[in-house]
């Protein structure tokens, strides 16, 4: 990391002047200590509280948040004043790796990455404006030094520094110093070539360059990775060791390319549309799938494993039901945006009508977009737009007349793209972890909660649980690894059919018995694309 020395003051900051501006609340994020932020919200005499607009499950971290005066208080919901005599309310926020979408306050190498949207205040007391104060700022595109307003408002990342980023002729890049000059060199390969390659495939793309944020960062499992494609792409590299094996290349890569390929998008543009999450991430994975095909860092095989194990979850997770039929829960929880969304591109492109590439016609969606126009989605990707053309797939794929996986069986079969066949060691797996989903929930009022590791799962105990009451490293299941034994998922079954309990063993040598009301039901019929087909018919003009 290049830096540019400047003071860092115990006691503050010292600080450009800032700007004057006519908001009526004013949110301040500081770079206060090493670990820590403070906020301030300057409100309006009359007003006395505002909501969050992240809040319920997604505001519950402000638990953490400690107030810094008896001005008021910050709930998952609300901010709310106690008293007439403070201007500002004030809160303390320690950084933390524990966040699901847009980190709140990220640990990073040399301060703290932060997204506006866990901060951001409803308009109910008038506008509202949001700035970041530090010795060093990275945000929009730019560096500065002291204070920087927030260009997005509510929905904008910045990266808060102890010393500046030196300028450079370049995009700003931030690489944490834990990270090995491997998987440095790997981020900008693999960033480097994923954008000159939509670049040229995608030409009505306005693609603006992202500030980069590599950071490592420790949690309990093992390495595994995590990201998001704001003005600030963020690369979390949990656990990450100093020389990364094919696995842990593999999942960079993924990471990496997806996270530039959404750059080449219009997120807010797709928000209107009943698939949005589906269309924005499932394009996101196409976008990635094909670049890292077409530059190598994916063989063809490799490509066809990757397709047939997202098909394999979506078909698994969305349980007979049909794409309309399930909540934002839990295609969110099961991540389907993804899983579904990968395949849903693929076979339709590879099945879509008329001229033009596969690639020409995300191009031609997006353009549609950006001047203005709401296209039909299946339409553009099958049709490209042709008034006389109907979409065949899509409609059917993502609407509610039948179950998601009888719509997946009957587009496999007509259009002869992938063929049936049993489960793969990666689709057990997947399944084993399905199973022992159900088997938490049933034991835990509904709920579940895990992490996959390389040789066993994480199972997050909680107090609603009658008997997954601590958290358990779980390594075999009835004597039998919990990955990669083909008799794992049958024994499983029929310990629960004979004794209605299964046993698992744990790292430290203890075995738990849980209650086990009914086996779950593995699935004998999986598919595997045809790779040549498929490939022909998507790069075909």
Known sequence: MRLIPT????????LLPLAAHAAAVDVRIRLSAPDALEISYTLPPQCRELPFLKNGRDGQWR?????????????????????????????????????????????????????????????????????????????????????????????????????????????????????????????????????????????????????LAATWASEPGGPRVGGSASDVLLL??????????????????????????????????????????????????????????????????????DLDNALAQCMLYTEGKSWRALSPRAIGANRLEYHCGLPAYVYALAARQGKGSALARVNDFYKALRQGKTPDFGHALECAGAPQCQARWL??????????????????????????????????????????????AEDCAGRSSMTPMRDGVLLDGMSVCKTMRSDADVRRIETLPVFGDAQALPAMAAACAARHEVRLGMKNGDTLAVPCSTPYLANREFYGVDMEKVLARLLNE
């Open 395 to 440: 409609p059917q794929l993502l609407g509610a007349d039948a179950p998601m996986d009888a719509q997946w069986r009957a587009l496999l079969r007509t259009s002869g793209l992938a063929t049936a066949r049993p489960a793969t060691g990666e689709q057990r797996d997947a399944m084993m972890l399905k199973a022992l989903g159900k088997l938490m």
């Open 236 to 305: 979390t590299l949990y656990n990450w060791p100093d020389q990364p094996g094919p696995d842990e290349r593999r999942q960079l890569t993924l990471l990496t390319a997806h996270e530039f390929s959404h750059r080449f998008q219009m997120r807010d543009a797709v928000d209107g549309y009943p698939d949005s999450r589906l269309i924005h991430e499932g394009g996101g994975e196409f976008l990635r799938w094909i670049s890292s095909l077409q530059q190598g860092w994916l063989t063809p095989e490799q490509a066809a494993g």
């Open 63 to 211: 638990a953490s948040w400690q107030a810094l005066d008896d001005c008021g208080a910050a709930s998952g919901d609300t901010l709310s004043r106690s008293g007439d005599a403070c201007p500002a309310l004030r809160f303390r926020v320690p950084a933390s790796a524990a966040f699901t979408g847009y980190p709140g306050a990220l640990p990073i190498d040399g301060g703290i990455y932060v997204h506006t949207s866990n901060y951001a205040l409803g308009d109910g007391c008038g506008e509202v404006a949001y700035r970041f104060l530090a010795p060093g700022i990275a945000s929009a595109g730019r560096a500065h030094q002291g204070a920087a307003a927030a260009e997005a408002g509510g929905d904008t990342a910045a990266l808060l520094l102890r010393v500046p980023l030196a300028p450079g002729s370049g995009p700003l890049r931030h690489f944490d110093a834990r990270l090995s000059a491997e998987t440095v060199a790997q981020i900008r390969t693999v960033a480097d070539g994923t954008v000159s390659f939509l670049r040229a495939a995608m030409p009505d793309a306005v693609y603006r360059p992202p500030i």
């Open 7 to 14: 003071l860092w003051q115990t006691a503050g900051l010292a």
